[in-house]
């Protein structure tokens, strides 16, 4: 099977990277903290002492790392994988960064014969444990193809979303609904629960009516309604990606004011020192302001 090297091996890498290695893939993995590195050798893959050293002996590069600068570095840096990777090698880029730096990333790559998807990922660390992540790909469409049973081994949905940049696109749409979501639900159950009204009841009258949504169905019942708020997606990240949609919504001269006041609310979190804490934390905050439970 194909050599692949693989950067950033956290929350969410490293159980795509143990997906990769259930299906055959040889793993060369490396990352800025070597505790996650232990586990992955003792189910194969080898750790690879620098960026730049994964590169170099790996036709296909997966980088999976926070933001948008971290890629760069990652790539471009002065120790980047630019300097090892070889012409005709395939870079996948599962981070969510601003889709306007994943296209410059790519047409850097480009020039020196590297080809770039960019396939930002869905569903949290269970999907990415449960190889059921949604993965959205932008980038040329032959590549894409090549690397289809590659990001087949670690998402169960794989979406072809056009150009370079598109799948960070379609990623942070994803992730604005996403955040609006959360605020939303987090505002409209306590006032219920608030009101007298049991979240149970709430729970299942709203998952058959029209206000039902996957924020609650399924993220807020796995988590916050059972007192559980360690990540998961950290509050934090979804700051970063409602801000990524400002800066879309500033480029494209769109107007996003639910998006704004989310990401104000989320601001608020990480001022509280939450930021690290699951995005459903914000559940807490409301129970905590408004002396109530809510619990499944």
Do not use: W
Not at 39 to 57: C, Y
């Amino acid at each position: 099977m194909e050599k692949i090297g693989f950067i950033g091996v956290g929350t969410m890498g490293k159980p795509m990277a143990l997906n990769l290695i259930k299906a055959g893939y040889q793993l060369t993995v490396y990352d800025i903290n070597p505790q996650p590195l232990k586990g992955l050798g003792e189910k194969g893959a080898k750790a690879g002492r620098s960026i730049r050293e994964v590169a170099a002996e790996s036709p296909v590069l997966i980088t999976m790392v926070p933001n948008s600068r971290d890629v760069e570095d990652v790539l471009l840096g002065e120790n980047g994988a630019v300097g090892g990777l070889k012409s005709g090698s395939t870079v996948i880029d599962m981070s969510t960064i601003d889709p306007s730096v994943s296209r410059r990333i790519s047409k850097a790559l480009r020039e020196k014969g590297i080809h770039m998807l960019d396939a930002p990922v869905s569903g949290g660390q269970k999907g990415a444990e449960a190889a059921t992540l949604a993965i959205m790909v932008g980038g040329e469409e032959e590549v894409f193809r090549r690397c289809l049973p590659i990001l087949k081994a670690m998402g169960k949905n794989v979406y072809y979303c056009g150009a370079g940049g598109n799948g960070e696109i379609v990623k942070v749409i994803n992730n604005l609904m996403a955040g609006i979501f959360r605020v939303a639900s987090a505002e409209a159950l306590s006032l219920g629960v608030k009101a007298g009204v049991p979240l149970k009841i709430l729970y299942d009258v709203i998952n058959e009516s029209s206000g039902q949504s996957r924020s609650v169905q399924v993220f807020a019942a796995a988590k916050p309604f059972k007192g559980d708020y360690e990540p998961g997606f950290a509050a934090e990240l979804m700051h970063k990606d409602l801000g990524l949609a400002l800066n879309l919504g500033k480029e494209e001269r769109v107007p996003l004011p639910l998006g704004a006041l989310s990401h104000q609310i989320f601001t608020h979190l990480l001022t509280l020192g939450l930021g690290r804490k699951d995005t459903g934390v914000i559940f807490k905050v409301m129970e905590d302001l408004l002396g109530i439970q809510m619990r499944l």
